[in-house]
């Protein structure tokens, strides 16, 4: 008995050793962008192509200050008798450049049409500093509050109010809707980040599991799998889980071979633990019981990353919900064929007009 007693405090003294190591290593440990050769940059080059919408020398680029020392990368492109404004949210660990192609389009429908990279990722403030490329929210409820600022910001008196909201920025603007701080007239969620997919581990074991190392203070440590760019190699024209595509795949890669600051990959246990809690909130019909306004949800079939039967149920919470879905799409349908893409965004801003019309 005595042998085992010993045993298991010599387990715990190096489990604690092991902890205290952990967190010692994340407080101090310095980040470096992973190099990338000029050959590399070449191939980024030609891969890319034309697949990045140029930017309309007319977009005005600009800082939005949403709490002091919290600065956010954002821009506006500005219309002629315009039907109203409508704020494009990307998703996570994109950027404005990724979104470009449905600004412009959204803005030669007669729109007024802005946008914002929200803390942690594009140009914007990185709430860890020391490790800018890890995936981690502070609290969701920070996000909601910083895009409900911004949208207050460029919301015009007396002319309408649309969002048009890519995955995490969809979870975002979802909840910048639920506190009800800002005057929006409708919305359209691509491919919605209401629920994470756990894949074979069950969901409530990912919450159990998140809270548990986030509790212990290693939150800012990678999740299992995840490593800073690009992983395990920089490839390019190779089909993945999130696009079927090899032609357009690897378009966001390509991006951030030639710009590192952009670079924004793995989650974090702090990032999976407050996802989880936020999404229990969305999940609450009393929650979101103040979005009345017409919300039109876009959804892929083969969807790896995020739960399509969650934002189904989502759309059943609310008020005014209805969904398209794509069933041969995967979760990057934002870049994976233009041609089914361009058809959700033209549907949104008929969407948008039939409530201009209304």
Known sequence: MKIIKRGLQVLLILLLLGWGAALLTLKFSEHSYTPVTAQQKVEAMEYLGDQITATPSTFKWSMFEADQGVELRSGLL?????????????????????IMREIVMINQAGFRVATLEYRGQGMSYRPLS???EKGYVEDYSLLGNDLAKYANSVKRE?????????????????RMAAM??????????????????????SYQTL??????????????AYAPGGKQWPGEKLVFGEANG??????????????FALNEKLRTRSVTFKWLYETTRSTEKLMNPEYVAAITQP??????GIDELVSTNAANQFCKNLAQCSTQHYPESRHCITREYYDVYDEIVKDAIAHFEAVLSN
Not at 80 to 87: E, H, L, M, Q
Not at 190 to 196: C, L, R
């Open 78 to 98: 500005e219309a002629d008798d315009s039907k109203g404004t409508v704020i494009v949210v990307p998703g996570f660990t994109g950027s404005i450049e990724m």
């Open 130 to 132: 020391n490790h800018p």
């Open 158 to 174: 007396g002319e309408p109010l649309f969002f048009f909201s890519i995955s995490k920025g969809a979870h975002i603007t979802m």
């Open 180 to 201: 009800d701080k800002v005057d929006v007239d409708a919305y359209a969620l691509i491919v919605p980040m209401i629920q994470i997919n756990s894949g074979e581990l």
């Open 207 to 220: 919450k159990t599991v998140a809270a548990g190392v986030t509790t212990m203070g290693l939150g800012s």
């Open 242 to 255: 999130c696009n079927a595509n090899p032609e357009t795949a690897q378009a966001q890669s390509a991006l």
């Open 295 to 300: 919300v039109k949800i876009y959804t892929a």
